[in-house]
C-alpha cells in the first residue's frame, strides 16, 4: 500500500514594507562601498583589470520590484554564478533523483576545481557548484550536438535573467586560452565514465555559458526566479517547477559558497552562489533574490563586500532561513 501524497505547503513570511526595505538596501551599499578587503582575481588575465571600487547591490522582490543601490547595471561575467541556474535547467530536464545520482548534492570541503575532490569519491562530482560537477551538469543539459547543448543553455539563462544575455568575446578569448585544468578535469572525469560527451566539447560549452554577461540586477531577477517558484518576476515566465528550485536551493544551501559554505550558512542563513568576477546571488525563498557585484575576492573566491552586503541584509530584513521567535504566548 502507498501512502497518499500530502499536498507541500509553503509559509515564507513577506518582506517589510517597501520603504524599509529601500532603505536597507542604502544602508547596506553604504557601509561597505569603501571596504578595500580581498583582491581582484587575476587567474582569468581579463579579469585582473576590473576595477576594484565597483559596488552595486540590488534586491528583487518576488512581484517585480527592485531595490537598488550603486553600480546595478555595470556588466560583468556570470562565472560560477551560472553553476546554479545550469543545476535548475537540468533538474528539469533529468529530474530529482538523475540529478542526486549523477551530479551528488553533497560539500566536498575543498576548493572549486579540486581534483583530489574527485579522486576520493571514485571519480564522482559531489555536486554541481564545484567545477567537476558543473561540467557534468553542463554535459547533461539536452541537445544532439554541441550547438545544441550551448543554445539551450543560453536561453535558459537568459529566461532566469528576463532578457537576452550576451557573451563576452574577450572574456570567452581569456579563459579558453588558460583552462587547462578544466579540461584535465573533464578528461578524469572522462576516464571514470562520468562524462557523457567528448570533455573539449564538454568544456567549451561550459566555458561560454561562464563568459555570459550579467548585471547585479539580472543577478537579482534570476535569484527572485528560483524565490517565486520558478517564475520570472519580471516576464511572467515559468522557467522551471517549484520543485526543481527546492532542489536547486538545496545545492545552493549546502555547497554554494565552497569550503566556506558551511561558514556562510551559520552566518548568514540563505542559499547562495558566487562567482570570480565578483558577482553573488542569495535568494529567500518566496520574498526575493538579491544580487551583488564588486570584484574583490576573499580566499574562496567570493566577493568581500557582496557577503558583507548580504549578511547585512539577511540580518535587517529577517531573511536568515533558521531564524525564529517564539510564539507570542511564549514571549514574557
Not at 582575481?41 to 565597483?54: F, G, M, Q, S, T
Not at 525564529?324 to 504566548?329: G, I, K, L, R, V
Request: charged share 20%; glycine share 10%.
Amino acid at each position: 500500500m502507498h501512502p497518499v501524497p500530502v499536498p507541500q505547503v509553503a509559509s515564507t513570511g513577506a518582506l517589510p514594507p517597501w520603504e524599509r526595505v529601500e532603505e536597507l538596501v542604502q544602508e547596506a551599499h553604504a557601509a561597505y562601498r569603501d571596504d578595500d578587503s580581498g583582491e581582484v582575481a587575476d587567474y582569468i588575465p581579463v579579469l585582473a583589470h576590473a576595477d576594484p571600487d565597483l559596488f552595486g547591490l540590488c534586491v528583487c522582490e518576488v512581484d517585480g520590484g527592485m531595490h537598488v543601490a550603486g553600480d546595478v547595471d555595470h556588466a560583468f561575467s556570470v562565472q560560477s554564478i551560472s553553476k546554479a541556474f545550469v543545476l535548475a535547467l537540468v533538474t528539469q530536464a533529468r529530474g530529482h533523483d538523475a540529478v542526486r545520482e549523477q551530479l551528488g548534492v553533497d560539500s566536498t570541503g575543498q576548493p572549486f576545481d579540486s581534483i583530489v575532490a574527485v579522486e576520493q569519491a571514485g571519480g564522482h562530482p559531489r555536486n554541481a557548484m564545484v567545477n567537476a560537477g558543473a561540467l557534468v551538469a553542463t554535459a547533461l543539459v539536452p541537445g544532439g550536438s554541441v550547438d545544441e547543448r550551448w543554445a539551450a543553455v543560453h536561453d535558459g539563462l537568459s529566461r532566469f535573467a528576463g532578457r537576452r544575455l550576451e557573451l563576452d568575446e574577450d572574456v570567452l578569448a581569456s579563459e579558453m586560452a588558460g583552462n587547462q585544468r578544466n579540461r584535465a578535469v573533464a578528461h578524469l572525469l572522462a576516464s571514470h565514465g562520468r562524462l557523457p560527451q567528448d570533455p573539449a566539447e564538454v568544456v567549451d560549452v561550459y566555458t561560454r555559458q561562464c563568459s555570459l554577461l550579467v548585471t547585479a540586477r539580472d543577478v537579482a531577477v534570476m535569484g527572485a526566479t528560483l524565490a517565486d517558484g520558478g517564475v520570472n518576476p519580471l516576464t511572467g515566465e515559468r522557467v522551471v517547477a517549484a520543485d526543481v528550485c527546492r532542489d536547486t536551493l538545496a545545492v545552493l544551501a549546502t555547497a554554494g559558497m565552497y569550503e566556506w559554505s558551511g561558514r556562510w550558512l551559520y552566518e548568514v542563513g540563505l542559499p547562495a552562489k558566487s562567482g570570480v568576477a565578483g558577482g553573488l546571488v542569495a535568494v529567500t525563498p518566496g520574498k526575493a533574490g538579491i544580487g551583488a557585484f564588486s570584484p574583490r575576492l576573499d580566499g574562496a573566491g567570493s566577493t568581500v563586500r557582496g557577503q558583507r552586503a548580504v549578511a547585512h541584509l539577511a540580518r535587517s530584513l529577517g531573511l536568515n532561513l533558521f531564524a525564529s521567535d517564539a510564539h507570542p504566548s511564549h514571549r514574557a
